[in-house]
């Protein structure tokens, strides 16, 4: 099955990813190093796409996710508030997690946080999402898509999507830590960081 490209961003940093925070559905904002590497990852967009009118620009709906947007369609010339926003798209839940550290997680339920590490993709905290059920939601959208894509979202998703276009294994794909600073275009199964 030939799939449309897709150009994809993680969201800059918020205080809570500088915290080892986990974040989730919790609407946080970009901080100032965040608002940076949305302008230089916009700047590399200009460069990549030379024809942006032939992408559907897609975002998250949380806040971080979308100020990433504006800000990268700002620096390529383009108005800030014209793309388009998808729910499926929004960050895993950590459920009862969010607003936890990680060391606070690890030192309050051990054996959780062992659970974790040993199978990441299919660890689903209490209230919230696994991986697998992010790629599934992710998966239905990425079906849909009749158009090549910018998109700005969430690391989990980012890490759904790995799994889904390049065929990477779960437990790697799980434990990928996603830059926030680069551009990734996934096109034909195969994946290039910019």
């Given at each position: 099955m030939t799939r449309p490209t897709i150009i994809y961003t993680r969201h800059g940093q918020t205080d809570w990813n500088a915290e080892l925070r986990f974040q989730g559905k919790q609407d946080i904002p970009l901080n100032?190093?965040?608002?940076?590497?949305?302008?230089?990852?916009?700047?590399k967009l200009k460069e990549i796409l030379t024809e942006p009118e032939s992408f559907d620009f897609i975002s998250s709906p949380l806040w971080?996710?979308?100020?990433?947007?504006?800000?990268?369609?700002?620096?390529?010339s383009l108005p800030p508030e014209d793309y388009l926003i998808d729910e499926r798209l929004i960050e895993a839940?950590?459920?009862?997690?969010?607003?936890?550290?990680?060391?606070?997680?690890?030192?309050?339920?051990r054996p959780a946080?062992?659970?974790?590490k040993k199978n990441r993709w299919h660890f689903?905290?209490?209230?919230?999402e696994s991986?697998?059920?992010?790629?599934?939601?992710?998966?239905?959208?990425?079906?849909?898509?009749?158009?090549?894509?910018?998109?700005?979202?969430?690391?989990?998703?980012?890490?759904?999507?790995?799994?889904?276009?390049v065929g990477i294994e779960q437990q790697e794909a799980a434990s990928f830590v996603f830059p926030q600073d680069?551009?990734?275009?996934?096109?034909?199964?195969?994946?290039e960081q910019v």
């Open positions: 100032d190093v965040g608002r940076g590497q949305a302008v230089e990852n916009g700047r971080r996710s979308r100020e990433t947007m504006e800000i990268m369609r700002r620096e390529m839940s950590y459920g009862e997690l969010e607003g936890t550290t990680l060391a606070e997680f690890k030192a309050k339920d946080h062992q659970a974790r689903q905290p209490p209230g919230g991986h697998q059920m992010v790629l599934e939601r992710v998966t239905e959208w990425c079906n849909g898509l009749e158009r090549d894509a910018m998109v700005s979202a969430h690391g989990v998703v980012g890490r759904a999507l790995r799994r889904l276009l680069k551009i990734f275009i996934w096109r034909d199964g195969k994946e």
